[in-house]
């Protein structure tokens, strides 16, 4: 690029842009009209360069005529390229044969230092107004031959363009602090359904294995009802029976006796009809009654039995 035209579009980058003249410098604020208003289009860095400036005026009326097309400045952009060669008291960047702009340092300073800039101007005729003394072709110059440029990281701002590109970022963050609660609270209501879901089945497992604990403690507690303290000893009962069976072989149970399998209860036998003798005064220890149906019925009592021999 060998020349830099000034207030009109121009491809930068392989974007549509503006450069205007725009200001640095500790006392770049100081030698402006009062009628100007300066909009600060990047502030202080850390390296100590001063903040850069732009006529708020000039940039409202490239709006107009250029809507919609991002405006920089020009040293802001020979600075984001880093094309200011500092080290001189004064630096230009020539827009002309005898015309430019220029940079001005504190020579009782570093002037290798940005924080060095005093200001910066426009020179016409090879004559900069507040130094009438100096000679031009002292000054280090700026020369954009053969380079490729790239675009500052931020457009210039109108003070209105600022306060209304800062309450939408600031929108845009609430927005976003919005939106992080709302997952928060969405996943913060998952997890406690989730908590909640896997409560009520563990709960639901716990019941169960309750009710299972408790049936199995009664059963228990019907076995430790039921347990022997020793082990039975019927003999005397089956002595009893067979003795019967010796006199009878088709001694039967009685049918309307008790249903009880066991020698705990109450045993009950039918002997044959025409029995010629009574089975009583045959067995000790037994009950029996004749009936009508020409038999005997025979009443056993465990707890009454005792070790009596035949008769």
């Excluded at 860095?45 to 006529?55: L, N």
Aim: charged share 25%; aromatic share 10%.
């Amino acid at each position: 690029m060998n020349q830099l035209l000034l207030g009109v579009p121009i491809q930068i980058g392989g974007e549509e842009v503006i450069i205007c003249r725009d200001s640095i410098g500790s006392q770049a604020l100081s030698s402006s009209r009062e009628s100007e208003v300066y909009t600060i289009i990047e502030g202080p860095r850390e390296d100590g360069r001063p903040a850069i400036y732009i006529d708020e005026d000039e940039l409202k009326s490239m709006r107009e005529s250029y809507p919609g097309i991002n405006v920089y400045g020009l040293w802001q952009l020979l600075f984001a390229n880093n094309l200011v060669p500092l080290g001189n008291e004064v630096i230009i960047f020539p827009m002309g044969p005898d015309r430019g702009l220029y940079l001005r340092l504190d020579s009782s300073t570093d002037v290798h230092k940005p924080s060095s800039i005093l200001s910066s101007s426009e020179f016409v005729d090879n004559f900069i107004p507040e130094w009438m003394d100096y000679d031009l072709s002292n000054a280090s110059r700026i020369s954009l031959d053969n380079l490729d440029l790239v675009l500052p990281a931020s457009p210039a701002y109108t003070r209105q363009e600022l306060f209304e590109k800062q309450r939408h970022d600031q929108t845009k963050r609430w927005y976003m602090v919005a939106s992080i609660c709302g997952l928060m609270l969405i996943a913060t209501l998952v997890y406690n359904y989730g908590m909640y879901t896997l409560y009520n089945a563990d709960m639901a497992v716990y019941k169960t294995k309750q009710i299972q604990r408790d049936e199995l403690d009664t059963k228990i507690g019907e076995l430790l009802r039921e347990r022997l303290d020793k082990w039975p000893d019927n003999s005397a009962e089956l002595g009893k029976i067979s003795e019967l069976v010796a006199y009878d072989s088709n001694l039967e149970t009685s049918p309307d006796g008790e249903t009880h399998v066991g020698f705990t209860t109450l045993h009950r036998f039918v002997t044959s009809k025409y029995l010629p003798f009574d089975p009583a005064e045959k067995v000790q220890g037994i009950v029996s009654e004749f009936t009508p149906h020409l038999n005997y019925v025979i009443q056993i009592d465990p707890s009454e039995v005792g070790g009596s021999d035949n008769q």
